[in-house]
């Protein structure tokens, strides 16, 4: 069974640093591209980055380009999402997400707050 | 950036009939849009790929179409379980970019 676990999402204040991360179970991980989708409370889905199969190739949201890293250890079964100089806007649920002809896996989110 | 915009914002339907959705982009992204299904406090499902194949495990009842700009998600008979927030996707050129969503809720 696929499953995709995110974990690390959390308050921190504006300015901060916060790093998630995805646990991979049930397929083979190195073989997929993988997402961050996030979800402001009320709001619509938003694109945030995206990292190739063996990782040599990134993509950002233009609201998050230069203050996220993505990244991933084929190793561990990880995907990584290193998030900087936070804003209140970027409170939201995180979702990593598999992409095979489209996003056909997503985790159940981790919540980050962004409050002094 | 492509923008994607959905109609109508909120589509009210009786249990039992059809409901379509609407997804239009502002420059053509081929066939590559997704639908997908969203209900409180869940992820997101994978509804249809390649703007008319759905994905594995879908009822037959949920059919995508449309090429280009202009695209469609019809669910031929709603099901208590089918009311819910529906995004269109694309991912044709990055970023990737999703509608706002349509909420299909009952009438």
């Known amino acids: 069974e696929v499953q995709l676990v995110e974990s690390g999402g959390g308050l921190v204040q504006p300015g901060g640093s916060l790093r998630l991360s995805c646990a991979a179970s049930?397929?083979?991980?190195?073989?997929?591209?993988m997402h961050w989708v996030r979800q402001a409370p009320g709001k619509g889905l938003e694109y945030v980055s995206a990292i190739s199969s063996n990782g040599g190739s990134t993509f950002y949201a233009n609201s998050v380009k230069g203050r996220f890293t993505i990244s991933r250890d084929n190793s561990k079964n990880t995907l990584y999402l290193q998030m900087g100089s936070l804003r209140a806007e970027d409170m939201a649920v995180y979702y990593c997400a598999r992409y095979s002809s489209g996003l056909d896996y997503w985790g159940q989110g981790t919540l980050v707050t962004v409050s002094s | 950036e492509i923008v994607m915009t959905q109609s109508p914002a909120t589509l009210s339907v009786s249990p039992g009939e059809r409901a379509t959705l609407s997804c239009r982009a502002s420059q053509s992204v081929s066939t590559n849009l997704a639908w997908y299904q969203q209900k409180p406090g869940q992820a997101p499902r994978l509804l249809i790929y390649?703007?008319?194949t759905r994905a594995t495990g879908i009822p037959a009842r949920f059919s995508g179409s449309g090429s280009g700009t202009e695209f469609t998600l019809t669910i031929s008979s709603l099901q208590s379980e089918d009311f819910a927030v529906y995004y269109c996707q694309q991912y044709n050129n990055w970023p990737w970019t999703f509608g706002q969503g349509t909420k299909v809720e009952i009438k």
């Open positions: 390649g703007a008319s």
């Open positions: 049930g397929f083979t991980f190195s073989s997929y591209a």
